[in-house]
């Protein structure tokens, strides 16, 4: 038989605020454990929390850019249970009324075709501390309790690793783009619950699911949804009955374990925080907020065609990071060679990047470098095998193309009389291969430019030698 799969993801981000959602600590990544606290993210007894506006905020702005409808009026519940890390015995997220509802991403494939992918809601809330299990015993750090989450529900669109790789990575790119976010999910600031189940071709009624916690990396996620989508359809197939689990990815043997069911879960006694004022959202900072949105990666993508001819493929790359599309477009203002730019990007800089492990603004060359070294190469000044050498020292030591032509004798030379000079003597120190290039072996061309060339170190002009050549062996 086969089978259809049905995929909703969870997406926690943290949000990139100074201080916690309810408190004035850092929200600062690491530190000495239990150093960013204070009775607030410690839950301790009387303890009042106050929410961050910034908070509020960020919300509204991911809301906006995510296409979706904004809760004028909303308010924080408190969701009951009892874990080690989560020092209140509750969190304070939202459940009836989120902050945002009915958003959505639009997923490109490779071949242009389209799909929507619905977002059902996103809530705010805050992080809970973290275990550390030593050999001495499992200890807390309270340092990431508080830190402000949202958590972004997409609706159960997509029905491929491949689908929800794309929906990932446009989320990720979105919320990068307009600064509520660095989504870094190394350090966990980007988290990934999968939902997952599968059905009959066709079928309207929808299969069991398991829920799927924590993925770290866009590869566990692709490894996850292959590997339950295959033993869900095993199962069924054996005749096994399917209950609705948590399972938990486990990286070193590439599979999911079950946690617990859902018939044994928590009732979360969902009920208001009566610490926390119902929110009254005006029109007016909606709007506010609407203007601090920039160009979205999408926008750019679409622009970029437009205004510097660039081809999709191109446009892609260059505007799925909003420090390189910054760069393409001040290099681009410096030398007005869109595609040369894009190549350089794409090629040498992207391999050296890639290879350091860096971003582009952590290398050693700004877009006045990479311009200055474009306008070189176009003047004739260099030639473009000259070019990747000098590219290659100025991501070692920032200096400038010219003043690295200039240091290394590297200038090209187009100088006529002096290319005319080694011309001739090419020319009357072969005189053999001159008179089987008039019996007719014109392929020795190539070989007296080549002569030409190594007597210059590389820095003739090559269309120069060509053309000086031609004229001089004709009049032979
Ligand atoms: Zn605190």
Redesign the pocket.
Known sequence: MNYDTVIGLEVHVELSTKT?I????TTEFGGQPNT???????GLPGALPTLNKRVVEYGIKSGLALGCSINKVCRMDRKNYFYPDAPRNYQITQDEFPICRDGYIDIEFEDGTKKRIGIERIHMEDDAGKLLHTKAGSLIDFNRA?VPLLEIVSRPDMSSAEEAILYLEKLKGILTCIGVSDCKMEQGSLRCDLNVSVKPAGSEKLGVRSEIKNLNSFKSLEKAIEYEVKRQIEAIENGEKLFVETRRWDEENLRTLSMRSKEAANDYRYFPEGDLVTLNISDEWIEEIRKTIPELPHEKYVRFIKQYNLPKYDANIITSSYDVADFFEETVDICSDSKAVANWIMGDISAFMNEKNIGINDTKITPQHLGNLIKLINDGKISNAIGKKVLSEMLENGKMPETIVEEKGLIQNSDESAILDMVKNVLESNPDNVAEYKNGRTNLFGWFVGQVMKMSKGKANPKIVSKLMKEEIEKM
Not at 22 to 25: D, K, L, M, T
Not at 36 to 42: G, L, R
Request: glycine share 16%.
């Open positions: 916690k309810f408190c004035g600590c960013h606290v204070c009775p607030v993210c410690m508080g």
